[in-house]
């Protein structure tokens, strides 16, 4: 399918209107869509036509699944990996299309309908102006691919509240309307059967003023109300302190949540838990995203990530073969590893100056 029809553009009302259009593959998003909308955004925002962007997703299954990732699989199977390879340039262009949403100089209003996964979080959770609905529901399912959260998934999960963050990471967790405001994925709650008069509203009015129209306050987070026990177990600085306290903990909830981390990649856990600790200590967007660059293109290399996607999307017999099949085989250089620096390859996004 050609980006232009992947991706449909118009402009009207004085805005910007991205429709993502893929509904058969919940508009999965692949490299001459990003390129698309990277190219679409600059202009706009030299534009003084367009006041405001707004993002939608075709079709009634949600804004967007993630990143395509059976052609990374297939990359992943049967190419040397690299930044150079195909999802290396796909990353490269995904995330500096990230950080550029991050620092767009206009209102950019993205509606989280439906299923949000990956790359479609990063297509949305760094807007101006980020509107669930009661059918949202947002996640980052990459560890249970063999994969690491990618696309400044793991900024936004190293700054929500607790350790609410770490435990969506490693146990794929979904987050409905109430856990994606409060994690800081998302700003407004807007039922979704108000979502056409809320898209007619934005071209007559300014994006703070339409959102106030239709903005109800947001279901209750149950990933709050349960911070007291996830917030005591996943302090913890390994992962098998984690699942340990999981595992001893009286509420059910915990242990199911052991139950789940335990079903993940080995190395995908470990890694992503030394990603968003050391996000943490990052000051911005584009230095985590200059880290998950390296975690990203370290991963094409590796058997779990192929192996993951295999069990998981491709012959879907949900029984992946990790290697290493357990925590305690991970080593810490096999951790390391996906954090050496890429050499002539990096990413090197920049702040710009003043902004953090």
Not at 69 to 84: C, F, L
Not at 104 to 116: E, F, L, Q, R, T
Not at 317 to 336: F, G, H, K, S, Y
């Amino acid at each position: 399918m050609s980006s232009e029809t992947a991706v449909l553009l118009d402009k009207r009302d004085g805005l910007g209107l991205i429709t993502l259009n893929r509904p058969k593959a919940i508009n999965a998003l692949n490299h001459s869509m990003a390129l698309t909308i990277l190219a679409a955004l600059r202009e706009w925002a030299e534009d003084d036509n367009v006041r405001a962007v707004v993002m939608t997703g075709a079709g009634d299954r949600g804004l967007c699944a993630g990143g395509d990732i059976v052609a990374i699989y297939h990359d992943a199977k049967d190419s040397v990996g690299g930044a150079s390879s195909p999802s290396g340039r796909f990353w490269r262009h995904e995330y500096i299309l990230n950080a550029y949403i991050a620092r767009y100089p206009k209102p950019y209003i993205v509606v989280m309908d439906g299923i949000v996964m990956g790359g479609g979080v990063g297509l949305s959770g760094h807007g101006s102006h980020r509107i669930v609905t009661e059918r949202s529901k947002v996640g980052m399912p990459e560890t249970g691919i063999g994969f690491v959260p990618d696309v400044g998934g793991t900024y936004l999960l190293s700054r929500s509240p607790g350790e609410i963050g770490t435990h969506v990471a490693l146990t794929t967790a979904r987050m409905f309307a109430g856990d994606a405001i409060a994690a800081g994925f998302a700003d407004y709650f807007v039922p979704s059967q108000q979502i056409p008069e809320l898209l007619q509203a934005l071209g007559s009015a300014e994006p703070d003023i339409a959102i106030a129209k239709f903005a109800e306050p947001a279901p209750a987070s149950q990933l709050v109300e349960h911070s007291d026990w996830i917030d005591a177990c996943y302090r913890a600085d390994t992962v098998e302190q984690i699942v340990d306290r999981l595992q001893g903990h009286s509420r059910p909830d915990a242990r199911q949540a052991a139950l789940d981390i335990l079903s993940k990649s080995p190395v995908a856990l470990k890694v992503t838990l030394a990603s968003l600790r050391r996000a943490r200590e990052l000051d911005t967007l584009e230095q985590v995203l200059n880290q998950e660059y390296r975690a990203s293109v370290a991963a094409l290399g590796t058997h779990d990530l192929v192996e993951g996607i295999r069990a998981q999307v491709v012959d879907k017999d949900r029984n992946p073969q990790w290697n290493p099949q357990t925590l305690a085989a991970v080593t810490t250089e096999q951790v390391d590893n996906y954090f050496t620096s890429l050499g002539d390859d990096e990413l090197n996004l920049v702040a710009p100056e003043g902004h953090r």
